[in-house]
DNA sequence: TCAGCATATAACCGAGTGGTTATAACCACA
DNA sequence: TGTGGTTATAACCACTCGGTTATATGCTGA
């Protein structure tokens, strides 16, 4: 079950990055959104089967049978944890930028200062 | 090089994450990042060498010479394109749970007039 | 000019990844 | 009950990727 997969190492698949997209507008069965990726990519079934294995494996989607349709639920903790990282490098950056202007302001103060 | 990049690419790898994250809060020389990264994962100074050399080709970092050293700059795009993906999936998300809710209350509606 | 630090590249390698085709497992239905 | 539709797995393969060691390149200071 792998599950100390982060989201972000998932995400680094264009097609895995497609499926995701698709199952955040609403739930589908695996054929439904392996038509589209097979068509949109090029590649097998089998080739999207895989990928649906890594995002169960990692935890970002439930699957529950419905007939013979196997239907999958995206969970929004891979949306959640997406958002977390770019907030993270957000702050670092905004306290980066912060530091910058106080250490601007400190030189500025410095030279009239200096007059 | 590689400009079509996509930053979900680049952070699909936990030494770039942490090379992103460090260069978020300041510009570092090469072997100041390399250093802590080096002792974080146990691996060398080449190896490190090649990933901030895939953020360079992605064009998430920027480079100026200061002395013998080479100093990193991070491109804001990188956070700024992982924030637009958050919100692409969010949105969806969102649109998602709204036409949830009015499926809800179109059957709440229909079950009462029906009585 | 030479020694040494800082950094990037070269050449190589093993493991992992993403694809393929073939097939299995399961379900619905005539 | 067997046929067709749906999905997952098996077995395989080529290539990429991330690591290694060795070395080149470039700057600095004695």
């Known amino acids: 079950m792998l599950r100390g997969m982060h989201a972000l ?10 499926l995701v ?12 959104v392996s038509r589209v990726v097979e068509s949109e990519f090029g590649i097998s079934q089998p080739a999207v089967a895989k990928h649906l294995r ?3 494996e990692a ?6 049978p419905e007939g013979s ?8 903790r891979v949306i959640t944890q997406l958002q ?3 907030d993270r490098y957000r702050t670092l950056w905004n306290q980066r930028l912060d530091a910058l202007e106080t250490e601007i302001a400190r030189g500025k103060r410095e030279r009239r200062t200096a007059q």
Do not use: H, K
């Open 54 to 56: 890594v995002l169960r």
């Open 59 to 64: 935890g970002f989607v439930r699957v529950r």
């Open 84 to 86: 977390d990282q770019a």
């Open 69 to 76: 349709r196997r239907i999958y639920r995206l969970d929004e």
């Open 21 to 32: 997209e698709l199952l955040a507008s609403g739930d589908q069965s695996a054929g439904e």
């Open 9 to 18: 190492d998932v995400l680094g698949d264009p097609v895995r990055r497609r």
